[in-house]
């Protein structure tokens, strides 16, 4: 059933009493600054409680069931996490409040500093960057910077492998360079011939997403930073992939120079339905200065003897990349999860992410082929096309919502045809996967005796399979009612 | 605290699934099969542990609950309706992703749409996206879209002084990859119709705030018209508690229009994560920037909603796309959307009223005590909710009084972000500040004076 809108539903004078009477002399308004109407809707508290409640049960989380979204680690988000995000003392602190006032919350983003440079092997690191894209963009810039100190300010090429993420080139481009294209080799790794031919003096570096899009650690990683390295170029390691590697192996000794992790990935921050991520920013010695603004240093204070932090800017700094400090409210959740987990926690993680991951590659093989079937990591990808079928990846991922699960990611990487990406985590029992093996079993057979059943799904969710064509043709992107 | 579900007995019969021994086989393409460190973190602890040791962190931070508050600069304490957090709280919401499918997604694509809808009628603008990170970021973004799409080849942008000093610095980074110029005079004072004759046939676009960084209104009026027939673009940065009860950007021809959401029902949380706020007009739509959400039928004719022209977006355009930007402020957004249609039209009017009338009621107050002057720079502009007092001696130090001794949060130093303003502060007043901790406010800076 249609829920309507804010809008429609809105009746004009109705309103909710909530604010106090004015206790000071009213000045007057400048009244030729004035608006005669705000034009926002006019509801009762309970309407809009009871509308963003049913609005709620049209909408599929984590906490709703199995969310195999490839490259998005949909994992459990822990509620003590939540829990302690809400305290006052998190949330009514000003960013510019005097820091003898917020001594704590330095102190904790000091310490998950610490803890992420442990993690991933980096000299420094910056949680400034509010969104993993965002960690992309100013590892670029601080590799411009970087290389621009050392007398090289022409390097403007960027490569990147043909199965990342499509925010590495975007980023690239907004970073004023050119992204170079490198393609895959018939294992699903970086083409390291190709990579050797693209490699010049004007190389700024590349992007590698490690284990890459399909899953796959890139085994040649030694000869790949060798070959960058030795062009004067530098190595970003795109953190999205990192759940599968914590405790594992540290990508900063693996030669990565800069990397970004994704707190609300790795570390089981929720997503928020797009946002707030958070992309701190792991830098290596030679890297450290140029991070961006900025970052808390601890000192011993010598008047108390106990430890006291303050902000402050690297000395190259490349600057400031969003207004305040970062996403506080997501490093507060982030380290409460690192405390909790621990080393053998993370290392944990990692080896059950990896293990779900090869469970099911192994359990749906046969019905949806892998291209590049050898041990993945914590994803991996297949053809959404059962043998013997006509159907498409959508249609498979339409009808996977009719069994209660959320779709994995579809049709990406680009390079394989009719992809489906899947990434169940570590928090995912057996049953589950069992249960979702059984139904991507039951829909690759009924993909070749009854397709239109594919094709007309999903059949039990809020809305029947929605018309992008029209939306896109029609641009209705806000409200023309009258009101 | 740990939770992968695995039994010994279920590890067992995966492994014999996937035809291995063991777990750490799992990465044996690894340089030397994985080198399995010894992470150097300290022990981990249980829920219990972790909820005492957060406690203590926090017990360290004194927070504005506890002492009056009067600093803002882009980040305000404002009242939020306990509705807000019983929407962020729900399940559904906070654990899902991004609605790329939107079938299972309604719920979060239908409030964006809504917040769409309300942002463009409090902007009076004709296109909302479904958020950015921040405001910073936004107009940031902002730029990009008027040298990179509505106003390519041209070389500089003209951005007013009085732009939060925080969004300058992040236009700045931002601009790094850019072949592009800031043009900031140095005068903090000067009025936006002041920087039109600044315009000429290279400017990509001028950026104002008004409310501006001083709390004080720009004269909009003319403003764009003068712009545009330079060839530019007019940029406003909004403070959207404002646009309650006083003229949009909008209503005076900007053609982008951002702000920082945070005021709209997000709490402060040492300054994020926080919602940008970015709209624009209709010619612009194939350059903005984000998700977008439209409307649009199901199979059986049905309303949904589902992310639409995502083919300016990098998941598809890839290095052609107008922003790298995937993961934004969504539930940012969904508690904006959810304050908005709280307090709604009348609502929202009576907290810009109570922000107005209580920050003259502290102006006047502060004002007549001797040594102080309220806007001094520009006495008879009219004001929002903050606004700057000279003061006779720095004002690190009235801060540093007003902390120790009265247990009260100063306003901003402005000698941090200009030059030779060492002894002014800005100070912000909302609809939370009492008369009494005014009062107070004016009697603890009156005993500077003596």
Redesign the interface.
């Given at each position: 059933m249609?829920?309507p809108?804010?809008?429609e539903m809105?009746v004009q004078g109705?309103?909710?009493d909530?604010?106090?009477d004015?206790?000071?002399?009213?000045?007057q308004?400048?009244e030729n600054?004035?608006?005669a109407?705000?034009?926002?809707?006019?509801?009762s508290?309970q309407q809009?409680?009871r509308?963003?409640?049913?609005?709620?049960?049209?909408?599929?989380?984590?906490?709703?069931g199995f969310?195999p979204?490839g490259s998005?680690t949909?994992?459990?988000?822990?509620k003590?996490s939540?829990?302690?995000a809400?305290?006052?003392?998190?949330?009514?602190?000003?960013?510019?409040?005097?820091k003898?006032?917020?001594?704590?919350?330095l102190?904790?983003m000091h310490e998950l500093q610490e803890?992420l440079k442990?993690?991933g092997?980096f000299a420094s690191v910056s949680l400034q960057p509010?969104?993993?894209?965002?960690g992309?963009?100013t590892a670029?810039?601080m590799m411009?910077?970087y290389q621009a100190a050392q007398g090289e300010p022409g390097r403007n090429e960027v490569l990147i492998p043909d199965s990342a993420?499509?925010?590495n080139?975007?980023?690239?481009?907004?970073?004023?360079?050119i992204?170079v294209e490198i393609p895959s080799n018939d294992r699903g790794g970086v083409d390291l011939k190709a990579l050797r031919a693209a490699c010049s003096d004007r190389l700024v570096g590349i992007m590698l997403t490690n284990p890459n899009t399909l899953g796959?650690?890139e085994?040649r990683?030694?000869e790949l930073v060798e070959l960058i390295h030795g062009s004067g170029g530098l190595v970003y390691g795109d953190g999205a992939n990192m759940n599968a590697l914590?405790?594992?192996?540290?990508p900063g000794?693996?030669g990565i120079d800069l990397m970004h992790y994704n707190l609300?990935k790795t570390f089981?921050t929720?997503?928020?339905?797009?946002?707030?991520?958070?992309g701190p920013l792991g830098a290596s010695a030679a890297l450290a200065p140029f991070l961006?603004s900025p970052i808390v240093e601890r000192s011993s204070d010598c008047e108390t003897g106990g430890m006291s932090y303050e902000l402050s800017s690297p000395s190259h700094s490349?600057?400031?990349?969003?207004?305040?400090?970062?996403?506080?409210?997501?490093f507060?959740r982030a380290?409460?999860?690192?405390?909790?987990?621990?080393?053998?926690?993370?290392?944990?993680?990692a080896?059950?992410a990896?293990?779900?991951a090869?469970?099911l590659r192994?359990?749906l093989g046969d019905e949806y082929p892998v291209p590049f079937d050898?041990?993945c990591m914590h994803e991996f990808v297949c053809r959404g096309q059962p043998g013997g079928s006509k159907v498409h990846a959508i249609d498979i991922?339409?009808r996977l919502?009719d069994h209660g699960f959320?779709?994995p990611?579809?049709y990406?990487p680009l390079t394989v045809p009719d992809a489906l990406m899947i990434e169940p985590t570590?928090?995912?029992?057996?049953e589950t996967l069992d249960a979702f093996v059984d139904a991507m079993l039951q829909i690759a057979e009924e993909a070749r005796e009854n397709p239109e059943i594919l094709r007309?799904a999903?059949h039990t969710?809020?809305?029947?399979?929605?018309?992008?064509v029209?939306?896109?043709r029609?641009?209705?992107?806000?409200?023309t009612v009258e009101f | 605290m740990h939770f992968t579900p695995h039994t010994d007995e279920e590890r067992r019969q995966m492994l014999d699934a996937i035809g291995i021994e063991s777990l750490e086989e799992l990465f044996r393409d690894l340089p030397g099969k994985g080198s399995f460190p010894q992470l150097d973190l300290p022990p981990a602890l249980s829920e219990m542990e972790v909820a005492s040791e957060l406690g203590q962190l926090a017990a360290r931070n004194a927070t504005t609950e506890n002492a009056s508050s009067f600093l803002g600069a882009g980040c305000y304490r404002h009242f939020i309706p306990a509705t807000v957090d019983y929407v962020l709280q729900r399940g559904e919401f906070y654990t899902s992703y991004t609605p790329y499918q939107p079938e299972l997604s309604q719920g979060m694509l239908q409030a964006m749409f809504e917040y769409q809808s309300m942002i463009c009628r409090l902007t009076d603008m004709e296109v909302s996206n479904a958020s950015h990170y921040d405001g910073s970021t936004s107009l940031a973004e902002a730029a990009l879209l008027a040298f990179g799409g509505a106003k390519e080849g041209r070389s500089h942008i003209i951005v007013s002084p009085s732009v939060h000093p925080h969004y300058r610095e992040v236009l700045a980074t931002y601009l790094r990859g850019a072949d592009a110029e800031l043009i900031i005079p140095d005068d903090p004072s000067i009025a936006a119709t002041d920087l039109l004759r600044l315009i000429d046939s290279e400017t990509a676009a001028l950026v104002v705030q008004s409310p501006n960084f001083f709390g004080r209104f720009e004269e909009l009026e003319g403003v764009a018209e003068a712009t545009h027939s330079g060839g530019a673009l007019l940029i406003v940065v909004t403070d959207p508690i404002s646009l309650g009860l006083f003229k949009p950007p909008g209503a005076y021809g900007a053609d982008v229009v951002v702000a920082d959401g945070q005021p709209l029902g997000l709490q402060p949380a040492f300054g994020g994560p926080s919602l940008g706020v970015f709209a624009t007009r209709r010619e612009h739509i194939r350059h903005l920037v984000g998700r977008l959400v439209g409307q649009t039928t199901d199979l059986e004719g049905q309303r949904g909603f589902v992310l639409t022209l995502a083919t300016r977006e990098q998941h598809i355009r890839r290095a052609k796309a107008t922003s790298n930007i995937c993961t934004n402020s969504a539930l940012g957004a969904l508690a904006a959307a959810t304050y908005l249609a709280t307090l709604g039209k009348h609502g929202l009017r009576r907290i810009a009223e109570l922000c107005f009338q209580k920050s003259h009621y502290a102006a006047t107050k502060i004002g007549e005590i001797p040594g102080f002057e309220v806007n001094p720079d520009a006495p008879s502009i009219p004001f929002f909710k903050e606004f700057v007092v000279s003061l006779p001696c720095p004002a690190a130090h009235a801060n540093d009084i007003l902390r120790e001794k009265h247990g009260i949060i100063g306003g901003y130093d402005l000698g941090q972000s200009y030059p030779g303003q060492d002894e002014r502060m800005l100070l912000a007043v909302t609809e939370m500040n009492t008369r009494e901790e005014i009062d107070c406010l004016a009697a603890a800076l009156r005993s500077l004076a003596l």
């Open positions: 249609d829920e809108t804010v809008y809105s109705r309103h909710a909530l604010l106090p004015c206790d000071v002399d009213e000045a308004f400048p600054l004035v608006r109407d705000n034009g926002l809707p006019e509801l508290e809009v409680v509308h963003f409640m049913r609005l709620s049960q049209r909408n599929f989380g984590v906490d709703s969310y979204l998005c949909m994992k459990y988000n822990p003590i939540e829990q302690l809400r305290l006052p003392g998190f949330t009514a602190i000003h960013p510019l409040q005097h003898s006032m917020v001594q704590g919350a102190a904790l803890q442990e993690i092997g509010t969104a993993g894209a965002q992309e963009l670029l810039m411009r910077a993420h499509g925010t080139p975007a980023s690239a481009t907004m970073a004023g360079c992204a796959l650690f085994e990683i030694s914590t405790g594992i192996a540290k000794h693996l609300h089981a929720p997503h928020g339905g797009g946002g707030p991520g958070s961006p490349i600057g400031r990349m969003c207004t305040f400090h970062g996403n506080f409210a997501v507060v380290y409460a999860y690192l405390r909790g987990l621990g080393a053998e926690g993370l290392r944990n993680n080896l059950h990896v293990l779900n090869n469970y192994v359990r050898r041990i991922s339409k919502m959320h779709p990611t579809n990406f570590e928090t995912e029992n057996k007309a999903p969710a809020p809305v029947r399979r929605l018309d992008e029209k939306a896109a029609d641009l209705t992107v806000c409200e | -």
